[in-house]
């Protein structure tokens, strides 16, 4: 059975919407079995046509950042999750943010899964490694 | 260097494919590598190009951790030459 790998995202900048995309990636082509679980500020990066931002200040700057990344090959948020889909990390949104943050189901991007912290738990109690990013 | 005790001239002559990943930073050489492995019959050599500095770390970690063998590598100026073979 391949090795679990989860991921906790409280944020919902840019730089926190790269990272577990970037983790969740690699990890899924090294075989492992991802699970990326989002809450609190992280949800809304799992909303449909979401644009993330660099966190305060740094959000006038978040154009130019996406400027030097497309000039250095370093594929964007789109496409890594797209990428992630297809390599089969599954995405979690935490059901009491979504209350709290007012997002509907409808809300959320295609094969997005509505989870409660105990069922995500029990995923990660079973995991060889887990990360919070926020 | 690494290897079995060939050189990686003799290797690279026996390469069955080669994956250009040069241009491509971390982490899409190791997903592209990951998928064109799947392509590859067991005991085939892949040739892997990459210019990403993590990549000279990145694909030997891959190798240990899906259990595919690093027979050899090579860096010819900024370019790094992995050559696998296919668990």
């Given amino acids: ?134 | 260097m690494r290897g079995n005790g060939n050189t990686v001239g003799e290797i690279s002559l026996q390469k069955d494919a080669t994956l250009d990943a040069k241009g491509l930073m971390c982490p899409m050489p190791i997903v592209q590598l990951a998928k064109k492995m799947k392509e590859l019959k067991s005991g085939q050599i892949l040739e892997l190009l990459a210019d990403d500095v993590g990549a000279k770390e990145d694909v030997p970690a891959w190798c240990s951790r899906t259990g595919n063998q690093l027979v050899g590598t090579e860096e010819e100026g900024k370019i790094f030459k992995f050559y696998i073979r296919v668990k």
Avoid: W
């Fill in chain 1, 1 to 134: 059975m391949a090795d679990k790998f989860c991921m906790v995202v409280s944020e919902g900048s840019f730089d926190k919407a790269m990272m577990p995309l970037i983790m969740g990636n690699t990890a899924a082509s090294m075989g492992m079995e991802v699970h990326v679980f989002y809450t609190f500020f992280g949800l809304k990066l799992l909303k449909k046509g979401n644009r993330p931002k660099l966190p305060g200040f740094m959000r006038f700057f978040t154009g130019m950042m996406e400027k030097k990344m497309r000039k250095l090959n370093v594929p964007g948020i789109e496409e890594m999750t797209k990428q992630a889909r297809e390599l089969g990390v599954h995405f979690y949104a935490c059901s009491t943010s979504m209350a709290l943050m007012g997002i509907k189901e409808s809300d959320l991007a295609e094969g997005t899964k509505v989870l409660g912290a105990s069922a995500f738990l029990n995923l990660a109690a079973d995991s060889k490694m887990t990360l919070f990013i926020g």
